[in-house]
């Protein structure tokens, strides 16, 4: 399981280039608004926000206050970040941009991550969480980090890494340069592979903690049921 999900999101970004390339009208119809990637990304989104609402409510059980609340931060992004992904429904329902946000934002659509700073922070925000994704899982195989840290819950497996890899690449080179607009809808694909990611390491969070609750002091596994062996009258 570990080894497909290291090599499973590796082919994505090579295989958009090559397609961005040689069958522009497939990359196209895959990419634009309202395709395939999109309501893939949607799809992916509203499923890390029910993992991470469990998370959320099941760390406070316990007690871990602070992940609960930051379970509780990523839940709300991912509601968020799905409905900037479809401008909250706009094309679905056939609703007009308002006019303050037709004049400020640059694709004319009723969301706020394509207007100025707030465009730059976003891709910023995104390289960062992506930088996350790649670097500390790394970072916690040193042997002189404690094995605390590395146990953390705040740590995705390095086996995620390769989600983040991608999204990682390509804003490193994106964000210094102006791209063209097959490069521009390469980050259709790298965005879904971080939000394929972050759903990842939700639902391997929940497996975790519902190992621990079996492992906890006062319950009872499946090896503890079957009876003792018994021995005749009289032997050792």
Known sequence: MAIGLLVLPLPALPIAAYLSLAHERWFDWITDEDRAVEW???????????????LARRHWKV??????????????????????????????????TPALLDAINYQGEANIHNIGAIATTSRLVQFSAAGYG???PLLALLPRI??????????????????????FAYWAVRIPLEPSRAFFQLSEITELSSYTGLAVFGVLSL???HAEANLAPGTTNRASLSPPPTTPPGAP
Do not use: H, M, N
């Open 63 to 96: 007690g871990r206050r602070v992940t609960a609340l930051l379970s509780t931060f990523v839940a709300i992004g991912a509601v968020a970040i799905a409905g900037e992904e479809i401008s909250w429904g706009q094309r679905i329902l056939g609703w007009a």
């Open 40 to 54: 893939v990304q949607t799809l992916v989104l509203l499923l890390a926000f029910c993992v991470y609402a469990i």
């Open 146 to 167: 404690p094995k605390r840290v590395r146990d953390s819950y705040f740590v995705p497996p390095v086996t995620l890494a390769s989600f983040f890899l991608g999204p």
């Open 134 to 136: 790649v670097l500390v």
């Open 207 to 209: 497996r975790r903690l």
